[in-house]
């Protein structure tokens, strides 16, 4: 074996991995030169050339941080991001419906998100690394200091966030905290450092267009449980349980889509497939399972 070559020590978690010196340009923990994730990465590179993240990002930030005593909420008013109600498939705000004073430094101007901007967890068991896409009215919302706010250029949102879903994505995002104990959040320039193949930019709208008809099952799913919750105030049990089936219906639709999306971008990323195609066999087999 070489210098330059790596041997690791128990695959899985391994205590010793040898580099050579001028490979440690990153981080010098084993786990993060674990065979389990070079596997994955080494094959990001083989089809379409790489830049990092920080290359397309033009502005990030987080939410406001405030201490215990000023985090209070109220029934109305500005639309709280909390990572509970950031799904991979759009917001779901009924989970948290959280509500901050519009005149609140948490509303700050500066941080609150725009149409386009990606919405990234930050932090949490099970809930880090899942991130959307923001396409709402930008003045009704606003991010916690837990959801990291990604604005880019010259690559389409849509597309990175699907990457940042797929094996690709995740498998750097776990690569990054590995190894650290105790670690629950990933930094700025973690999240730069992040490999991102240059896919062709009629790929990348394709991929956008796809994206946006899951989002639209995703808010159809949300809107029924409005209205299941306005059903269940008047004690209407049956409208209740007809919006509770329609959310049911079309949320499982968004997530379906949004797997068969992830599922293509990674074989385009693999060489397998050169373009992306169009989703009506989910929604033929939604429509008739119906």
Not at 54 to 66: K, Q, S
Not at 132 to 146: G, K, L, N, Q
Not at 191 to 211: E, K, M, T
């Amino acid at each position: 074996m070489t210098i330059s070559q790596v041997r690791v020590i128990r695959e899985a978690d391994p205590m010793i991995v040898v580099k050579a010196q001028g490979q440690l340009v990153e981080r010098m923990d084993p786990g993060f030169w674990s065979a389990v994730w070079m596997e994955v990465l080494t094959e990001l590179d083989r089809t379409y050339p790489t830049r990092t993240l920080g290359d397309f990002v033009v502005f990030i930030t987080y939410g406001v941080i405030v201490v215990k005593g000023d985090r209070f909420f109220t029934k109305s008013g500005i639309k709280y991001i909390s990572p509970t109600i950031v799904r991979n498939t759009g917001l779901s705000f009924h989970l948290n419906p959280l509500y901050i004073p519009e005149d609140d430094r948490r509303n700050d101007p500066s941080r609150k998100p725009q149409r386009g901007d990606i919405l990234f967890n930050r932090s949490g068991v099970g809930t880090l690394g899942r991130c959307t896409v923001f396409r709402y009215e930008p003045s009704d919302w606003t991010i916690s200091d837990d959801v990291t706010l990604i604005r880019i250029d010259h690559l389409d949102p849509c597309y990175l966030t699907v990457f940042l879903l797929s094996k690709f994505g995740q498998t750097q995002i776990q690569r990054l905290l590995h190894g650290v104990s105790g670690l629950t959040k990933i930094s700025f320039d973690e999240i730069r450092s992040i490999s991102v193949p240059l896919l062709p930019i009629g790929v990348q709208r394709g991929i956008a267009v796809q994206y946006d008809q899951m989002s639209q099952y995703h808010d159809l799913a949300v809107e029924s449980t409005s209205k299941a919750k306005i059903a269940y105030e008047h004690g209407n049990k049956a409208a209740e349980e007809r919006y509770g089936a329609e959310y049911e219906h079309n949320i499982a639709i968004a997530e379906a889509m949004l797997n068969d999306l992830i599922r293509q971008v990674e074989e385009i990323i693999e060489g397998k497939r050169t373009e992306i195609e169009p989703v009506e066999r989910i929604l033929k087999e939604a429509n008739s399972a119906a």
